[in-house]
Each structure stands twice: as structure tokens, then as C-alpha cells.
């Protein structure tokens, strides 16, 4: 690394560079084809770039400014001379919250997320940097990551996992002073299991990543940490061990004392039992120890689907909890009052559900949306025997998405021009989105078709890969978007390919649709995304169902599938679409983050009123579908609602163009979407409303706690 750019490793190292557009456009700089092949990730760009090209960029004047401005913006971030939380709460950013979560979707060149669990959970990090709260995370170390997705001619899934060189990935082991491994032992009780850990920088936030494949353990428990949501019930009782004793563990060894811990959602609820075991170790009452572990404890619930909470056959748990080292000798004496705080119905009778244990060893939960909140008070109101519905103590804090790693750098541009320099700095605050409507028609259009127009040659750059890696066949070069109209309005679904969420709602009346997608003088198009779970066969053959529609010569080629959805396509389909599409069967939405991400780009919603768009709809910023979700006609009578929507308002609308061929009518939408979306469902928002209501009770009831 020549002297004059020798801090770029350095910068590689810390995800700040993936919401800070300077760096990751100086980085495309140095080599851009190799940044793409790449894909966007520096660690591997300064592995393999060629020496020389080095040379020159350092005897570049221009590149040398270019790092000098970068660097200079990071030094500042990391340093922290603008930290929110010391300035407002000063008590609070001298407390460590540590962050449990089974997944995290940081950015695309680190993949360790299945979908919107896990990239919140990065928004979260990321943000917490921005605000200087100080969170360390705890997550998994999968050198498999989450599977790339390929779709075969008939539509069939395929799943291929690809081992992470994580030697060119931004991680580091954590090692002692003295550079050998730290690692934690667990008991099992037929072996000993080790735990090691990596370590990532996001900005000021620290990540540590739990890893099971290591020597000297069974080539089984190897396989422990390997791959995302893998293996049976057995294996998925191991991996929250892992991610809640090891987790707790871990941070012990490092010697992070934190002062909060934060659950999110019931995968971390053994973090919370392993911090009972060491207050029964201490001496402490049984009694005493559970308020103590609750006092300092926030639990985020997601899943409003009792379903979709884990739950075990007590004596798989029993084979472990009982056997597992020490567990044995401090837990023994109450191991029954412990089972009955995790006991709840299941499908097969009475079962240890994280869920049910999580709610009852945390003093501070939140649902992550209102309509959640109702939804989570009404499910879990038996564990609170004799409660009114309204007064079951799960609070609401709405999801949002975190601004600069979603916006895009031409909205971003039309802001400072027209909004504010400082913007990001304030984008949270109402007041300032006022001035949305100065922006002149004319620029706001231009932002929008350029978005567009960078989407359609995304999509065209991905089928021209597809051809040239596996040779697909025509049909499937239409089903993949080749044939995508730039001057259609254009709809984006991608969602996970859950049931739930309906992917096939707007296909249900096919003659109909036909009817809107080729209107001569009105076309409409769509794009669908997602991935289907590997067991979920039903979530597959939904897929399958929209390829096929995608692949119909019939929809003349204005159905289009976007293969191996990941962090990088959502940004080009959130900011590049027209309209979001968004039908989940009410109330099974706990939140959705994926529609905040496109009304911050100027993208209006169409949704049902569930989760998050329950809150945002009724201000000119989208439009609204849907009723009684139990009603047994509930999906013909939604999709003839949508049907009607677009037929009737949305689509005349968006053609209804001036002289000028200006939509000046739907422009009025498109600024009601930037306004009411931007500041609202952002997670500055979502994390100041954390701190206030649950990060800092939590610090005062852990410290009051711990009183004799």
C-alpha cells in the first residue's frame, strides 16, 4: 500500500463505508470493473487490485483529495464529534446495551441475513454508530452465509451456498493481547463444544460473530454456526445456545460489562436464562435473580404468527438443560419453576417456547409496529392470567429503516439543493420536510426517471450475467426482464415468499390484469423479488407461480421475476420503481421496513392497512386496500379492490401529463411519500424512541436492581 493511501485497509475494515457514498465511490475509483466483480466490497478490491494501479492513484492529485476528504469524514464519525446520545443523555452513553440477534444484514459483501429481521437489526447498528449509542452486537459467524437463489426453467428454486473467504470479507478473530484465539467453552452433555469469535466495525458500533467451526470440535457442532435457519430441531436448539450462552460468554471473556441487554426476538431468549445461572451462581435468590435479569432486559417481539415463534419438545430441552455443565448444579433446584416460565401451547401439546420465556424474563418488551402491539397483547394476554387486553405490558416502537444506507445519491443531491445541506443530519425532524414542496416538478421527474433508468439497467446487467454464466433459455431471459418497458408505470413487489404475505394476490384474475398491464396508451409492468425459505415447499411454489406468470408469453413480457434478491438489487428496485405493492393477510405484518425504503426515494405505497402502513397511509402519500382479513372471499375481494385502485385512480394518475409530459398530479404524491415516510419510519427515530423509553429505564432498573 503506497504511503500516501496507507490507511485504506483500515477503512476496508469498518462497514461506515457502506452508507457514506464518498467512500464507497472513492473505492470505484481505484478499479471500477473490479469493484463490481468484486461486488462492492473493499477487502477483496485492495486484495486483488493490481500494485501498480496503486501507484498511480497515489501520485493522483485528484484521488488524493478524494482520500483526504473520505478520511477526514471518517476520522470525525469515529471520534464521534457529533454524538446525540452524550448530549442528550449523558448517563445512557456511558452504559454498554448489548445487542442479541440471529442475523444481521449490514451490506451485501458480508452475507449474514435471510431478510428483514436481519437488516434491521443492521439499520440498528448502524444507526446506534450515527447516534453514538453504544451497542455492541452479538450474532453468528456463518461461513455459508445465506443462500444465492437460482430459478431453473421451470420455475423450481435452487438454493447454492457459497463459503465466505473471510479473509476478504471485513471481519478480524478476536484474539487476546497476544494474538492467540479467545474462545468460550460450553458443556454438552456428551462433549465439550468451543465457541471462538470475529469481530466487525460498523462505524462506532462493534459486531462480535460467534463461530463454531473450529478444531477439536465434532464435526457436527462445526457445522453449528455454517449456514443460516439450517438443520432440525436439535441443531436449532444448539445454535441458540450458541447465540444465548455462548453470546453471553463471549462478552465476559472480552470483558464488556454491558448495562442493557436487548433481545431480538425469541432466538436470544438462553441469553437471558444464562444471565439467571450466573446471579444462582452469586448466591443470589431465585426470586431476586429473575428481577434482576429483568430489570436490565428489552425484548423485541417480530412474529405476530404463533407458528412462527420457536418452540421444543421439553425433553430435547431437557437433554440439554439438565446435562449442560454447570446449568446442572445452579439450575437444578429450580428447573421447574424455569420450564413453567418457557411453557406454552404448541401444536403437540405443552412446549419450551423462546418466545413465552423472553416476554417473562424481560422487563421492557415492544412490538415493532401499533397495530403489532395489538396484535402481540392479544396473543401472549395468557401470560399475564387476569390482565385486560389493553394493559399486557408490550409496549410499541415502529420499525424504520436507516436513511443514508437506503437513500439514494440522487435523492440524497435533490435534498441539499432544495431541502437542506445538512439534511441527513435532520432528517428526522418533521419540520424540515416542508420544503419538499419547493422542489420544482421538473428536477423532481428528472430524479425519478434517472432512478428508474438505473433500475431497468440493473436488471438488464443481471440477465446478460445469467446468459453468460448458464446459457438460459429465451423464455427466460423474458421472465428475468429483458423485455421491461422504461416508460411503464412500474410496480415492485419483493417481499419473502411467505404465504402470509401473498406474493400472487395481483395475479389471482389474469384476464383482468392482462387488460391493465397491456393498455396501449397506459401499460403497467411488475417486478417481483424474493426468496422462498429452503423447507417452505408452499412459499416455492408461490414463486414458482410468478415465474410462470413472468414466463407467459401472454403478459407480454410486462411480468418480470428478479432473481437472487439480496441487499444490493433492493436498492435499485426501492428507489427505481414507480409504485410499492404490498398485500400481506391482516394482522400477520408485524411491521415491513421494505415499503419505508421506497417512500423515502419517492416511491408511494399501495398496501393493505397492516403492520407499518396502518400508521403512514391517509396522508396523500399512497393508497390503502383491503378488509376483514378472516372473511373466507378475503383474497378475491382484495385483489378486485387492488384491480379497481390501479384501474381507476392510480394508473390515470400517473399518466394524467402536462404539455411538458409531466405527471404533476402524481409528483404531489411522490412528495407526500418523501415527506410523511423520511422522518417518521427512519431509524433515528425508531433508535432516539428506544433510548427514551427502553434503553434508559432499563439502565436505571439495572442499576437499582443490583442495590441491596
Known sequence: MPT?????PELAQNLWWSWHAEARDFFRALDETLWREARHNPVRLLHEIAAERLVLAAADPEILRRYETVMKAFDAAIRGERNWCAERHPAVSGCTLAFFSAEYGIHNSLPLYAGGLGVLAGDITKEASDLGIPLVGIGFMYPQGYFRQYVNPEGRQEEVYEQIDRGQVPVAPVTTADGKPIRVTLTLPDRMLQVAAWKVLIGRSVLYLLDTDLDGNAPWDRELTGRLYGGDQSARFLQEIVLGVGGVRMLRALGV??????????????M??????????AGVAFDRAVEEVRASTIFTTHTPVPAGNDAFPFPLVENYVSRLGEYGAAIDAYRERLYSMATHPAAWGPAFNMTALALRLSGHVNAVSRKHGEVARAMWQDLWPGLPVDQVPIASITNGVHVPTWVAVDIDRLHKHHVAQDWVERHDDPAIWERVSAIPDEALWEVRRRLKGGLFRFLRD????RWAASHADPGQAVAFGSLLDPGALTIGFARRFATYKRAGLILR?????????TNERRPVQIIFAGKAHPADEQGKEILQSVYRAAR?????????????????AAHWVTQGVD???????????ASGTSGMKAGINGVPSVSILDGWWAEAAGRGNGWAFGGDAEAPDADARDAAELYRLLEETIVPLYYDRDSGDIPRGWLEVVRQAIRTVTPAFSARRMMKEYVEVMYIPAALGAIGSTKP
Open 4 to 8: 500516501a493511501l496507507e490507511r485504506l
Open 257 to 270: 460489562k454491558p448495562t442493557v441487554w436487548h433481545g431480538n426476538e425469541g432466538h436470544t431468549a438462553l
Open 272 to 281: 437471558m436464562v444464562e444471565r439467571l445461572r450466573e446471579r444462582l451462581r
Open 462 to 465: 443481471r440477465v446478460r450475467q
Open 509 to 517: 384474475d389474469p384476464a383482468r390484469l392482462h387488460a391493465i398491464l
Open 552 to 568: 407467459d408469453p401472454a403478459a407480454a413480457g410486462r411480468v418480470a421475476f428478479l432473481e437472487d434478491y439480496d441487499m444490493h
Open 579 to 589: 409504485l410499492w405493492l404490498n398485500n400481506p393477510r391482516a394482522p400477520q405484518e
